[in-house]
Structure formats: C-alpha cells, structure tokens
C-alpha cells in the first residue's frame, strides 16, 4: 500500500515539474528571453517577430537616421538615404535598393526589413525577411523614433534619446525667440523639379522642429495652405505671399535653383535683409534621429551665432 501511495506522489511530482517547465518555456519564448526574437505588435495589432539583434537591415525610407544613432547597420537603403552626405560613412558598404527590386533585397540576405506601408510588393517583402511597414503621420515624429526602437530592441534607448532631445529643442527654441521675438515667423520651402514647395510642420526639412519642438511661428499664408496637407505647391511669382520673417531654402545643389537669382526673389523683405538661411536639402530631408539633431545644430548657429 504504502509503496503505491509513493508511486503516485511520485507521479505528481513529475506531471507538476513538466507542467511548471512548459508555462516556462512558453513565457520565455513570449517575452523573447532566452530566443533571438522578440515581438513587435503593430498599432493594428498585428504581432511580427522580429531579430532581438538585427544586424543587416534594409530601409526602404526615412529610418536609416535613427538605426544609424542606435548603432544597429543597415545593408541595403532607398535612393534619399543614400544621397544623404551625413550617412556617406555609415552607408559606405550599404546597397540602394527599392521595394521593386526584390531579388537584389533577397541577395542581400536581411534580418529585418523597415518602411513604409504604401510600398509595393509588400508580401514579397515579408517572404524575405521579417517586415514592419509604417504609415506615415500615424506617429508624431517622435513617437515614430520610439517604434523604430522598438522594432530594433532599443526601446529605451529611444526614449531617453527622444526626453533629451526635447529638452534641448525647446532651450533652443526659447533662446531663438528671445533674439528674434516672440512673434517673428518662419517659412520652409524648397525647389525640386522645377516645382517650388512651402511646407508645415510634418514634411522634414526642419519643419517638425521649427513648428512643433522650438514653436515658432508660421506665416498666415502658409498655415492656411499647407498646414493640414503637409505642403502646398506655388510659383515663384508668390513666395513672397508665403515667405516669413525669416525663411529657410531647402536647396539642391543638382536642381534648377535660377529663381534665387530673380529681382522677384531678391526683393522678398527676408531675402533683402540677410534672414535667409539656405540649407542642404538633401542632408534635411528627413525627421529621423539623426537628422534631428543635425537641423538642430544648424539652426542654433543660423539664428543664434
């Protein structure tokens, strides 16, 4: 009887600890601990799993910036990645690559693929790699560099980079309105195929941190047409109608730039009175991290040194 009764404790014993060693096993693999994956949940809760330690990352937009301040290498990029000068290091061993060009990304053997939802081929992509497509303006420009942290497992790291750089952003933009007042307004436009462009405060080009992180102001004009849309396409006959007290030229060197030269253009009261500050459009194009802080330190000196 009494070797029975032991038998069956015995047998409880073991069925408890295969228990007990499964809900742990299935915990483990859910927090990604113990794995080299973890799980990123989309905002339409979509749940991808993705490299704990990504190290051959293809962007197919606007995301090269901040892998590039987390340390995590990207090995293939889009075509405004690449001819961004500031990422000429970082990209040096890097492929440019489009989302059309699917057995280029293939050779390229990725462990994770970053961009945008409107890409095509989309399927494909998640074939090759696992794949997190965003929606652009579904974040705040900075909520979107804590996602990306996200996805490549630096979350936190995101977010004290992103406390940070708010902080000094609005010190900044503090000291720029105590030099050129409170009330002064600012513009962004840019030329780009014989189409001249002003722009709001969710397009790159240094609008996210004029408008929204320094709060500065924007002009009547172009609040009413390119606020809500983004940007708002003009002639060069009407810049004036849209320049502000100070105005920023987002400029590429290879575009048809003729129009500064114009009496039009050189009669604008900002232009006239030395407050334009040019730019180079293709190391502003973006709003990624990196990037950010760049515009920072280059409207520090514009305005203030």
């Known amino acids: 009887m009494k070797n029975w009764l032991f038998a069956i404790i015995a047998l409880f014993v073991v069925v408890l600890a295969a228990c007990s060693s499964s809900n742990e096993e299935k915990d483990t693999a859910n927090s990604g601990v113990g794995s080299d994956t973890i799980t990123y949940t989309t905002s339409k809760g979509e749940e991808i799993e993705v490299p704990k330690d990504p190290k051959r990352v293809v962007v197919l937009y606007g995301f090269v910036g901040t ?40 050779e390229l053997e990725p462990d994770l693929i970053l961009g945008l939802d409107t890409v095509e081929n989309a399927d494909k992509l998640k074939e090759i790699a696992p794949t997190v497509l965003f929606t652009y303006g579904e ?37 720029i309105k105590a030099k050129i007042g409170a009330d002064a307004t600012v513009s962004v436009i840019e030329n780009f195929n014989k189409q001249i462009y002003v722009y709001g405060e969710n397009w790159g080009r240094g609008t996210e941190l004029l408008y929204q992180a320094m709060e500065l102001e924007m002009p009547a004009k172009v609040k009413e047409t390119a606020l ?77 040194e």
């Open 67 to 106: 892998l590039k301040t987390f340390g995590v290498p990207t090995v293939g990029a889009d075509a405004w990645s690449m001819q961004n000068p500031e990422f000429d290091e970082y990209l040096k061993d890097a492929i440019e690559v489009s989302n059309e060009e699917i057995e280029k990304i293939v």
């Open 228 to 304: 809500e849309p983004g940007y708002y396409a003009l002639s060069s006959e009407v810049i004036a109608d849209f320049a502000g007290d100070y105005l920023i030229v987002s400029k590429f060197e290879e575009q048809d730039n003729s129009f500064m030269d114009t009496a039009a253009f050189k009669n604008i009261p900002a232009v006239k009175d030395g407050k334009m500050i040019v730019v180079d459009a293709n190391r502003f194009y973006f709003n990624d991290a990196y990037t950010l802080d760049y515009q920072l330190n280059v409207f520090r000196k514009a305005f203030l």
């Open 139 to 175: 974040y705040s420009y900075l909520d979107q560099i804590v996602e990306v942290g996200k996805v490549i497992n630096k979350e936190q790291e995101a977010k004290d980079w992103v406390a940070d750089f708010e902080k000094r952003a609005v010190e900044t933009g503090k000291e």
